[in-house]
């Protein structure tokens, strides 16, 4: 049962336009959101993350929106470069289970030139 | 450099033949973590701990073993490897707990059991 769910398992953007990342959640006892980046070859890196209680977040070209009535968030890369071209984990943090990180199976993104 | 280390890289073994994957962090970190990657299934937590000699398991740690006897380390062992605990395996730390935190991951071990 994925209570942290990416749709999309790839998605192709075009350099310098916008990659928009989606991210569904099922459990109301989320708090606390993290996105983390990964090249072929290394581990996963932390980009960006988002408290419940805010709806943006924003560090650079990279902003994470959330909607909590609609259990959705998303991240917003502007513009796309061929060098963000990885896979992008959403995680969340379930305050209600002992702050247990919940990760999403990731969406493997293709900036093309 | 802040980062985490872990060996080997690359490990092709037969079942049953006990091995160990080091893990270690230069950070000073208290919260470590041992996670397994699969097609289809992502991330999962073998086992991880709060500071040293301080373990508990995950999601998936049947089969595994760890110990902190040290700060900076963190070894995986697998007593009696199996097929399917064929797997990439990520170590990671963070300054706590782990989740509010970024957690720092090391490059990965990829392993093989025949």
């Known amino acids: 049962d994925q209570q942290v769910k990416q749709n999309s398992p790839s998605l192709s953007v075009q350099e310098g336009r916008i990659s928009i990342l989606n991210c569904d959640y099922t459990n109301s006892m989320f708090d606390y959101f993290l996105w983390y980046k990964k090249y072929p070859a290394e581990g996963p890196t932390f980009l960006i993350s988002i408290s419940s209680i805010k709806d943006k977040n924003e560090d650079g070209r990279f902003t994470v929106f959330l909607n909590k009535s609609a259990k959705h968030l998303s991240l917003h890369i502007v513009p796309s470069q061929p060098g963000d071209s990885a896979v992008y984990f959403c995680a969340a943090v379930n305050a209600g289970n002992n702050r247990k990180l919940i990760w999403g199976l990731g969406t493997s993104l293709a900036v093309n030139p | 450099e802040a980062q985490v280390t872990q060996n080997p890289r690359y490990l092709i073994t037969v079942t049953g033949k006990k091995l160990t994957v080091t893990c270690s962090q230069n950070?000073?970190?208290?919260?470590m973590s041992w996670y397994r990657q699969d097609p289809g299934l992502g991330l999962r937590q073998i086992y991880y701990?709060?500071?040293?000699?301080?373990?508990d398991k995950g999601d998936v740690p049947e089969g595994y073993k760890v110990s902190r006897k040290e700060k900076r380390n963190f070894p995986l062992i697998l007593e009696s490897p199996s097929p399917n605990q064929t797997s990439l395996y990520f170590c990671a730390s963070s300054l706590d707990r782990g989740a509010y935190n970024e957690q720092f991951f090391g490059p990965g071990t990829r392993l093989t059991v025949l």
């Open positions: 950070m000073n970190h208290e919260y």
């Open positions: 701990s709060m500071n040293v000699e301080v373990t």
